[in-house]
């Protein structure tokens, strides 16, 4: 062979292999999916880490029991609200979750506020219990009948009417 003949052979991949490979990724991430109820994210909430304070600035009151921070929503743990106007069964249970609302924010800018995050819920909310100046803001919304103690399914407000 002269030395302007040679050809170069160029490997083709190996399909089987590569396959492999993708299945092989494929079946981590499910099983990781499976383990954690969802895929890693690099943006997911903490998983129940020590409680921490938060600044009321950096809060979004969404209704009587969630709220934003940044990015992440919280669910207030073991309490429940009326549902926004919108989401409402009566007008009483809009004007009720209203009202629970404006006292959740109320009550959140009154003082340092601790979070302690504690799971994730159904919709992918960080569950948290929440105190404002050492008083837990979930006994202190059902204190005083913005909300009613979790029960396992939505709470009744328009019966109350």
Request: glycine letters at 8%; one cysteine or more; aromatic letters at 6%.
């Amino acid at each position: 062979m002269a030395s302007g003949s040679f050809r170069y052979r160029r490997r083709r991949p190996r399909t089987l292999l590569a396959a492999l490979t993708w299945l092989m990724i494929v079946v981590a991430l499910s099983l990781g999916y499976q383990l954690n109820g969802r895929l890693p994210s690099s943006a997911e909430p903490p998983s129940a880490a020590l409680p921490e304070t938060i600044a009321y600035s950096d809060i979004r009151v969404t209704d009587g029991d969630t709220f934003r921070l940044g990015a992440e929503r919280i669910r207030i743990a073991n309490i429940d609200t009326p549902e926004m106007p919108g989401r409402a069964a009566c007008a009483y249970e809009a004007d009720k979750a209203l009202a629970a609302k404006a006292r959740l924010a109320q009550i959140l800018a009154g003082g340092e506020i601790v979070i302690a995050r504690d799971g994730v819920d159904r919709y992918g909310r960080t569950l948290a219990t929440l105190r404002v100046n050492g008083r837990d803001v979930g006994e202190q919304l059902v204190a005083e009948g913005a909300a009613q103690r979790w029960q396992g399914h939505k709470a009744q407000w328009c019966e109350a009417a």
